[in-house]
T-cell receptor
Framework: AQTVTQSQPEMSVQEAETVTLSCTYD???????LFWYKQPPSRQMILVIR??????QNATENRFSVNFQKAAKSFSLKISDSQLGDAAMYFC??????????????FGKGTHLIIQP | GAVVSQHPSRVICKSGTSVKIECRSL??????MFWYRQFPKQSLMLMAT?????????EQGVEKDKFLINHASLTLSTLTVTSAHPEDSSFYIC??????????????FGQGTRLTVV
């Protein structure tokens, strides 16, 4: 079974600074998808960024980027120029390859990100 | 992005009664939807996979008779918590993946339902 580990229950960063959230995972698959989801106090899950395992290039979305190390099974999220609106729970998630969209996600335990003004 | 709507957002019920939660994909068809449960300050745990026109697939440890899932159409899945007890109180979230998207990679989530059993 796949597992996703987030070793940082809570992180704090000053506004406008950069913070990196860690995630490691375990799988025997060679092809899969990785995600970072944000869950603000409203509890609505919002996709931040995703990475296909077969792509070597790290995904980026504006201020958000990942460091995907496939051999190490590591998938960290870097948030640059942190903003107050970034404060939320961040979940790392894994999905096996799913052409039919038939697989649920395996989530890590989450990291609570605090932005200090 | 695609929209998944979940209703109700909050429900309080008496112990022993049943509660139905609806999950709709508003602008795409979803042959598969997923139901998660989230305890306070914890992660999302996959409960079951809802398959249109067939039986749901439950994760290990999830009681099929307690959590009834029906996926009668390509846009609607329902989760019924039967004979609810206080320990069933939790936050329930549904999600669906858009088949039209290559690989169907992104999962879209409903707003969640906070169930309180008193």
């Amino acid at each position: 079974a796949q597992t996703v580990t987030q070793s940082q229950p809570e992180m704090s960063v000053q506004e406008a600074e950069t913070v990196t959230l860690s995630c490691t995972y375990d799988t025997s698959e060679s092809d899969y998808y990785l995600f970072w989801y944000k869950q603000p106090p409203s509890r609505q899950m919002i996709l931040v960024i995703r990475q296909e395992a077969y792509k070597q290039q790290n995904a980026t979305e504006n201020r958000f980027s990942v460091n995907f190390q496939k051999a190490a099974k590591s998938f960290s999220l870097k948030i640059s120029d942190s903003q107050l609106g970034d404060a939320a729970m961040y979940f790392c998630a894994y999905s096996p390859p799913s052409g039919g969209g038939a697989d649920g996600l395996t989530f890590g335990k989450g990291t609570h990100l605090i932005i200090q003004p | 992005g695609a929209v998944v709507s979940q209703h109700p957002s909050r429900v309080i019920c008496k112990s022993g009664t049943s509660v139905k939660i609806e999950c709709r994909s508003l602008d795409f068809q979803a042959t598969t939807m997923f139901w998660y449960r989230q305890f306070p300050k914890q992660s999302l745990m996959l409960m079951a996979t809802s398959n249109e026109g067939s039986k749901a697939t439950y994760e290990q440890g999830v009681e099929k008779d307690k959590f009834l899932i029906n996926h009668a159409s390509l846009t609607l899945s329902t989760l019924t918590v039967t004979s609810a007890h206080p320990e069933d109180s939790s936050f329930y979230i549904c999600s669906a993946r858009n088949l039209r998207e290559p690989g169907g990679t992104e999962a879209f989530f409903g707003q969640g339902t906070r169930l309180t059993v008193v």
